[in-house]
Nanobody, 125 residues
Framework: QVQLVESGGGLVQAGGSLRLSCAAS????????MGWFRQAPGEERDLVSA????????FYADFVKGRFTISRDDAKNTVYLQMNNLKAEDTAVYYC??????????????????WGQGTLVTVSS
């Protein structure tokens, strides 16, 4: 089973950009559907974006469409989330997630098998 370590969070002004990275180790990265979830204080953990095996399919939540881009580099065992035009409401802890299930089962987090420790993104308005 993979282990996941996120990086790239921080403080940014509204309208700015950040790129999150999630490095995987200890498993067969290319066989996992990968996703990014986020959780704001007092809120549920929501799926932000997901990418299938081989990067063929991608999912974006409506609240990030057109602003965020997910990608993966199987040679580096890393998945990325490029976040542009950030808004104050994007403030949350962002978690990397891995599942051996298809991307269609990633939406609720129920089939996530491995979680990263989370990285905090704070957007100031």
């Amino acid at each position: 089973q993979v282990q996941l370590v996120e990086s790239g969070g921080g403080l940014v002004q509204a309208g700015g950009s950040l790129r999150l990275s999630c490095a995987a180790s200890g498993g067969t990265f290319r066989s996992y559907t990968m996703g990014w979830f986020r959780q704001a204080p007092g809120e549920e953990r929501d799926l932000v974006s997901a990418i299938s095996w081989g990067g063929v399919s991608r999912f974006y939540a409506d609240f990030v469409k057109g602003r965020f881009t997910i990608s993966r580099d199987d040679a580096k065992n890393t998945v990325y989330l490029q976040m542009n035009n950030l808004k104050a409401e994007d403030t949350a802890v962002y978690y990397c997630a891995a599942s051996s299930r298809p991307i269609t089962l990633m939406t609720t987090g129920r089939y996530v098998e491995v979680w990263g420790q989370g990285t905090l993104v704070t957007v100031s308005s």
